[in-house]
Nanobody, 129 residues
Framework: QLQVVESGGGLVQPGGSLRLSCEAS????????IGWFRQVPGKDREGISC????????YYADSVKGRFTFSRGNAKNTVYLQMNSLKPEDTASYHC??????????????????????WGQGTAVTVSS
């Protein structure tokens, strides 16, 4: 069974940082395109960062560019999202997503309502003072 599990969410003050983790089981992350999406009830889902191991390309949404960084862990089946300079508008449920290769990462992230191979349960991030 293909599965991803996110962790690392929590409550943080504006300007603070968090690092989210995504651990895969049942498949190797390097064999898939990986994305981080976020969702707030009543608002559109947003693809904030997507990565393809085919060409090591990374996409960042304008809303997070310069503040968030996607990375792969030394352990092959873990990826991370480092989130710095957090803002209240970053409050959301953050989901790790895997999709079949090959795919253009811009397309993957800007079409958040497509069917994805794997969609995680999410980890909640709250940015508030």
């Amino acid at each position: 069974q293909l599965q991803v599990v996110e962790s690392g969410g929590g409550l943080v003050q504006p300007g603070g940082s968090l690092r989210l983790s995504c651990e895969a089981s049942g498949f190797t992350l390097d064999d898939y395109a990986i994305g981080w999406f976020r969702q707030v009830p009543g608002k559109d889902r947003e693809g904030i960062s997507c990565f393809s191991s085919v060409d090591n390309s990374t996409y960042y949404a304008d809303s997070v560019k310069g503040r968030f960084t996607f990375s792969r862990g030394n352990a092959k089946n873990t990826v991370y999202l480092q989130m710095n300079s957090l803002k209240p508008e970053d409050t959301a449920s953050y989901h790790c997503v895997a999709d079949s290769l090959p795919i253009i990462v811009d397309y993957m992230c800007t079409n958040p309502y497509r069917h994805f191979e794997v969609w995680g349960q999410g980890t909640a991030v709250t940015v508030s003072s």
